[in-house]
């Protein structure tokens, strides 16, 4: 079965960096549409950052442009977020999350498959 492992959270000061990593399994990696999403404490989860199966495409939220980056290694497995100046209103548990890849590419279609979330909390 589709297994996702988050890892890389922890606590950071504001203005620093964490890179997180999303390790796929029981699927063939390079064929699926890749995503991090985010919720914070108290509030719902939101779409972060996707990218496309073919690697080409991207999307980013407005309050993470400029700012995160996704990038994915299919010899790896591995889709990674890396994530610069990053402020308190970032702390929140993130999630991976992918869905079968196709002719077409909504950023904000419904995933199927999840992973368990990884903490990043960011002291101000």
């Known amino acids: 079965q589709v297994q996702l492992v988050e890892s890389g959270g922890g606590l950071v000061q504001a203005g620093g960096s964490l890179r997180l990593s999303c390790a796929a399994s029981?699927?063939?990696?390079?064929?699926?549409?890749m995503a991090w999403f985010r919720q914070p404490p108290g509030k719902e989860r939101a779409l972060l950052a996707a990218?496309?199966?073919?690697?080409?495409?991207?999307y980013y939220a407005d309050s993470v442009k400029g700012r995160f980056t996704i990038s994915r290694d299919n010899a790896k497995n591995t889709v990674y977020l890396q994530m610069n100046s990053l402020k308190a209103e970032d702390t929140a548990v993130y999630y991976c999350a992918t869905n079968r890849g196709g002719l077409t590419w909504r950023p904000q279609m419904t995933y199927g498959y999840w992973g368990q979330g990884t903490q990043v909390t960011v002291s101000s």
């Open positions: 990218i496309r199966w073919l690697g080409a495409n991207t």
């Open positions: 029981g699927l063939t990696f390079s064929t699926y549409d």
